[in-house]
């Protein structure tokens, strides 16, 4: 039995559900259970939020296509169950006022100003606790966006897909994340004694 077999298949055997199931999408669980941790902050949550993610998946597999990306495909389904479901628990507001954040971070040198992969700079620079802290704090949709891309590794795309927003969104979103990040890291660097001159 071939993948490309699997993949012309409109079904699944029982069998080959279990295959593709443990094939495609076990392997991500770990990251998985980050992403949700990171969504809903507390571990009881996150570990429900992907129980509730791998039995949709199963539930849901054959509308999954083999050599597509399964890891796309199970965090937009975690996504879309975190705001259905665990988003109406959260003691978080589900609301982010963008107005205010556009008012506040669309100023020219918003506009002007490189925001930096976290994987290059950030992360290199500061221990990953005081990263986590920062990043914890954002609102969730900023919080997002920051896990998909400098995290997860995502690309602008797929998070798109992943979040049902447009590319331009993803990239405006992306970068008032990462400015709102690179603030917060900043005040706690000047907390801790540590000046660094801005670029």
């Not at 999408?25 to 570990?47: G, K, Q, V």
């Not at 997860?152 to 979040?163: D, N, P, R, S, V």
Request: with cysteine; charged share 30%.
């Amino acid at each position: 039995m071939s993948d490309t077999q699997d993949t012309q298949l409109q079904g699944y055997t029982d069998e080959q559900k279990y295959q593709v199931f443990n094939k495609e999408f076990m392997p991500h669980i770990d990251s998985m259970y980050n992403f949700a941790f990171r969504l809903t902050m507390d571990e009881d949550d996150a570990n429900d939020l992907v129980q509730d993610t791998y039995l949709k998946a199963f539930r849901f597999i054959t509308s999954f296509e083999q050599g597509t990306n399964a890891k796309a495909w199970l965090f937009r389904i975690l996504k879309n169950s975190f705001i259905n479901d665990y988003r109406k628990k959260s003691k978080e507001p589900a609301k982010v006022d963008y107005q205010d954040v556009e008012t506040t971070y669309n100023s020219e040198d918003a506009e002007t100003e490189h925001t930096v992969d976290l994987r290059a700079e950030t992360v290199q620079d500061l221990i990953g606790d005081e990263v986590a802290t920062a990043l914890n704090s954002l609102p969730v949709d900023f919080r997002t966006v920051i896990i998909l891309c400098d995290i997860e590794g995502f690309t602008y795309e797929e998070m798109a897909k992943i979040l049902d927003i447009p590319i331009g969104t993803v990239r405006s979103r992306l970068h008032r994340a990462r400015n709102l990040l690179k603030e917060k890291l900043r005040d706690y660097a000047a907390s801790m004694g540590y000046s660094k001159n801005d670029d």
